[in-house]
């Protein structure tokens, strides 16, 4: 069994600062790419920013300049620190992961429980 634990979310003031952690526990053979989502009430669930094993990243451009995610490896661990918070990007984050749990499994897509987001003007 893996999980997929986040923490870092709260409330802010805009132009602030938060940072978002994400750690993954259990069997965990590999981890391949880690993001971050996104979803805003009556909004569909969008990326945020991808990174992959080997620290490729992809951001999505409403985010481009303001938020860096990263991760560390050997912590099964991925950050997403954002700068320059919009009331815009208020929403609950969600991690996502893809994990194999030994070198011959299928790869499981996995997500955290969420952590909101809120920004206020």
């Known amino acids: 069994q893996v999980q997929l634990v986040e923490s870092g979310g709260g409330l802010v003031q805009a132009g602030g600062s938060l940072r978002l952690s994400c750690a993954a526990s259990g069997s965990i053979f590999r981890i391949d790419v880690m993001g971050w989502y996104r979803q805003a009430p009556g909004n569909q669930r969008e990326l945020v920013a991808s990174?992959?094993?080997?620290?490729?990243?992809n951001y999505a451009d409403s985010v481009k300049g303001r938020f860096t995610i990263s991760r560390d490896n050997a912590k099964n661990t991925v950050y997403l620190q954002m700068n320059s918070l919009k009331p815009e990007d208020t929403a609950a984050y969600y991690c996502?992961?893809?994990?194999?749990?030994?070198?011959?499994?299928?790869?499981?897509?996995?997500w955290g429980q969420g952590t909101q987001v809120t920004v206020s003007t």
């Open positions: 990174i992959t094993r080997g620290g490729s990243t």
């Open positions: 996502n992961a893809g994990v194999y749990t030994s070198w011959n499994s299928r790869r499981n897509d996995l």
